[in-house]
């Protein structure tokens, strides 16, 4: 048996975790295309491991945000698969009361702040949930997801620099898919080294390898003890790909067969299934035990999505205005 870094239990988890994501994400397209999710649809398959390697190296009680390819993160938090796939079909029973849809999952008791359909709009907020942390002395980070076309707002380079300044406990991750929406990095980016803008700002900041686990474990890891001492921020630039387009409406036709494939040959959950089997951390038996639960798992979600009630119209305005401000909003 070959000596890993990482426990045969770690492994498990990841590829449980991702196998989870991946399915679940498939489903999710099948059902767009079925026209029972409506609006849009972003998927997050292919890049599994920026999720499971993070979580991994992170604690339940500290944060995340993210933009609007949002599905499998409040999953990893912790949030029922059920009220992620019923918030996609826009039932009362999803995570954000079916009024938030594919694009704004949030889940307060997981400590999971969206979800946010302005690209770049998550930033400065993740920066401000890491303020309130510090500002109560806990030693709570905040995880800040972003895409690759998002560091292109100057919100991202604002909120860069008053992170450092503050020495706030966030961890800026750059889920680098090479696209944003159909424009290469290359074409959009007069950096194409996307971690080295964190560097102006004084930030540590380094690229990783996202389509493998253990990198973004050992990278979030080493971010977060910073974070926990007080040092301040990191910048995480993510090297990762979507197998799909932007969204379920984007034929993808600005990449090649090639392009794709040669990126899928890396795919991580392969490589974590490759370690389990050659270090024979599972059997075959258990590894089908595992398919099924996690089969079993999309499935419930599906049923649970569709036996679930809409919002009645009452709940049009609440959760927006305080009743007690605004008396001429009527129950």
């Not at 694009?103 to 999971?112: E, L």
Request: hydrophobic letters at 35%; a negative charge; glycine letters at 8%.
């Amino acid at each position: 048996m070959a000596k890993t870094k990482f426990s045969k239990e770690t492994y498990l988890y990841w590829y449980e975790s991702m196998l989870l994501y991946r399915k679940f994400e498939e489903k999710a397209g099948q059902l767009y295309i079925q026209q029972k999710i409506k609006g849009f649809c972003h998927l997050y398959i292919g890049q599994e491991a920026l999720v499971a390697g993070a979580t991994s190296a992170t604690q339940q009680a500290d944060n995340v945000i993210t933009a609007y390819r949002d599905h499998v993160h409040p999953i990893a938090k912790g949030v029922s698969p059920n009220a992620v796939m019923a918030e996609l079909f826009g039932k009362i029973t999803g995570c954000s009361k079916g009024k938030g849809g594919s694009m704004h999952m949030f889940s307060k008791q997981y400590r999971f702040f969206g979800g946010h359909g302005i690209v770049g709009g998550q930033i400065p907020l993740g920066a401000g949930i890491a303020f309130a942390e510090k500002y109560n002395g806990t030693k709570n980070l905040t995880l800040c997801y972003m895409g690759d076309g998002a560091v292109h707002q100057g919100a991202f380079h604002e909120t860069l620099n008053m992170a450092m300044l503050w020495k706030l406990p966030v961890i800026f991750i750059i889920e680098n898919n090479q696209y944003a929406m159909g424009t290469s990095v290359q074409r959009s980016s007069s950096v194409t080294d996307l971690y080295k803008l964190g560097l102006a700002y004084g930030i540590p900041s380094f690229e990783v390898d996202g389509m493998v686990c253990e990198d973004v474990h050992d990278a979030v890891e080493a971010a977060a003890a910073t974070a926990r001492k007080g040092e301040g921020p990191t910048l995480l630039e993510m090297k990762t790909y979507r197998y799909k387009g932007h969204s379920m409406s984007d034929p993808a036709k600005y990449r090649t067969k090639e392009e794709v494939e040669a990126y899928k040959a890396q795919d991580p959950i392969q490589r974590v299934l490759a370690t389990i089997t050659k270090n024979k951390f599972a059997t075959d038996s258990e590894l089908e035990e595992i398919n099924a639960r996690v089969n079993a798992q999309v499935e419930e979600s599906v049923k649970f999505a569709e036996e679930s009630p809409f919002p009645d119209a009452s709940e049009l305005f609440k959760d927006i205005y305080e009743q007690e401000d605004y008396p001429f909003i009527k129950d």
